[in-house]
């Protein structure tokens, strides 16, 4: 159970344009999905925060309007990289949490992104 | 913000028990800690969690002292796909999302046969 789903696992586009991440809770509804990046040989770090309905919140330094965060359902997240850059080639990983055990993050394999 | 410090590998051989400690000297009242396994190019994965004391699961062992300052996670009998980085996390997740756990280094640890 507690299965998070992440598409695409990977992704390759040119500078300039825009790459859309979705998360995915396939047996459960998420109470929160938090969006990751993490670099090669680096720790996660965490970008932004999503409850259903409401509007991201973002963590200091990422930039919101750069990283759109849209949670339309209990079950679906998705994470838009609007005019892409070199600099954002990293490794995208989603969680998700539920009721009753909050603290229990459940991830997704990760969306490799890569920007020429 | 609790801060954690771990080792940053750690080696060991197929069928030995490993224990990986974690410092958490400001841990708050409410923080729980947690564990997890991250192979290369892929999402973490959650190990155990705990409070105080000791937890036990199918995979692990959480040994937590009275002063929670650390923590231990026990892996008895590692094999070769138990190579991977393990993270130890403290903090709380509120129900409005609001979190603050925060990742550290990590512990990367080989095993060998």
């Known amino acids: 159970g507690a299965v998070v789903s992440q598409h695409p696992s990977r992704v390759i586009c040119k500078s300039g344009t825009s790459v859309k991440i979705e998360c995915r809770s396939l047996d459960f509804q998420a109470t929160t999905m938090f969006w990751y990046r993490q670099f090669p040989k680096q720790s996660l770090m965490l970008m932004a925060t999503?409850?259903?309905?409401?509007?991201?919140?973002?963590e200091q330094g990422v930039e919101k309007d750069k990283f759109l965060i849209n949670h339309a359902s209990l079950t679906l997240s998705t994470l838009t990289v609007t005019s892409a850059h070199p600099e954002d080639s990293s490794f995208y990983i989603c969680s998700a949490n539920s009721r009753p055990d909050l603290m229990a993050l459940h991830f997704g394999n990760g969306t490799r992104l890569t920007v020429t | 913000l609790a801060k954690t410090t771990q080792p940053i590998s750690m080696d060991s051989y197929e069928g030995q028990e490993v224990n990986i400690t974690c410092s958490h000297n400001?841990?708050?009242?409410?923080?729980?800690i947690t564990w997890y396994q991250q192979f290369p190019s892929q999402g973490p994965r959650f190990i155990i969690q705990?409070?105080?004391t000791k937890v036990t699961n199918e995979v692990a062992s959480l040994f937590i002292p009275a002063d929670r300052k650390s923590s231990t996670l026990s892996l008895p009998r590692v094999s070769l796909s138990d190579t991977a980085v393990y993270y130890c996390l403290v903090g709380d997740i509120w129900d409005s999302g609001y979190s603050t756990l925060t990742f550290g280094k990590g512990t990367m640890l080989l095993v060998s046969p």
């Open positions: 400001n841990i708050a009242t409410n923080d729980y």
């Open positions: 705990g409070y105080k």
């Open positions: 999503s409850n259903e309905g409401s509007k991201a919140t973002y």
